[in-house]
């Protein structure tokens, strides 16, 4: 069992069995979205529960994806594919310790231009 939440609480999340190695996203829509790179655990809906439901607020940012953030404190908590039985978590949200560590980066080409990768992770 793996939890977490937003920063003010308001919205709780708990994952049933293990995390998923999680990628770092670097594309300019998750960069937007979460004030730096965006990195995230995917998983079947069916594992996750959320606390605080009616605060999780969602904006459908292409015609494909939808973002779930607190509506309270605004932290980015969910990316949703609209079509798919996934949900990926904000690794940030989760709760210590986690058991886990960034596979791969994603959309390394839209990266920003005030950082560089250097963690030796494969770069997509």
Not at 64 to 70: A, H, L, Q
Not at 100 to 120: L, M, N, R
């Amino acid at each position: 069992m793996h939890s977490g939440a937003c920063l003010c609480g308001a919205v709780r999340f708990a994952v049933q069995g293990d995390l998923a190695p999680p990628d770092a996203c670097h594309c300019s829509q998750c960069r937007k979205s979460a004030g730096h790179y965006w990195v995230s655990t995917d998983l079947p809906e069916s594992r996750v529960s959320i606390a605080g439901a009616d605060k999780v607020g969602w904006y459908q940012s292409s015609e494909k994806v939808k973002r779930g953030f607190c509506s309270v404190c605004g932290s980015t908590l969910f990316w949703k594919p609209i079509f798919k039985d996934m949900i990926a978590i904000s690794m940030g949200a989760f709760d210590a310790p986690t058991g886990v560590q960034i596979e791969k980066h994603i959309f390394v080409a839209d990266k920003g231009d005030y950082y560089t990768i250097a963690d030796g992770v494969p770069q997509e």
